[in-house]
């Protein structure tokens, strides 16, 4: 059976985050959902801006939905591409397809996802890294 993504696991991920958070200057949202979508951690950095919210929750969500990382889907969900529209199909909530969102991985199966919003993309992908790197940890 599949690990499961604890509270206590969720809670050093969001630790070990908004350290990476602070290291980088990037005030953000972080959040991690388990297997069934469900919102297991969240924080608001101080500062962070008020979008981020439910931006880091969408993200952590199309990761784990899509099992991918939130950012491979930019491209193929634009007007003209094979997969336009799919961003706004994601049933409890819309996919947000921008990078940060990361699957959380116990072998080969999808456990979990991670969000992350309030830097640029790059930075969102380095600190939800360290927060799958946390859960994968424990």
């Known amino acids: 059976m599949a690990k499961m993504i604890t509270h206590e696991s969720a809670l050093k991920a969001i630790e070990v985050g908004a350290a990476k958070a602070r290291e980088l200057g990037e005030p953000s949202s ?32 199309t990761a ?10 930019l491209e193929i ?37 991670v969000g992350v919003s309030g830097g640029p993309a790059d930075a969102d992908v380095a600190i939800a890294e360290v927060m799958v790197s946390a859960l994968q940890q424990h």
């Open 77 to 113: 969900v634009q007007p003209g591409a094979a997969l336009y529209g799919l961003d706004a199909l994601g049933g409890r909530r819309p996919f947000v397809v921008f990078g940060g969102g990361l699957p959380v991985y116990d072998g080969k199966t999808v456990v979990g996802g």
């Open 30 to 61: 972080l959040a991690i959902v388990d297997v069934g979508g469900n919102l297991m951690a969240f924080l608001r950095v101080d500062d962070a801006a008020l979008s981020t919210v439910e931006i880091a929750q969408g993200k952590a969500y």
């Open 64 to 73: 784990l939905a899509l099992r991918s990382p939130s950012g491979n889907w």
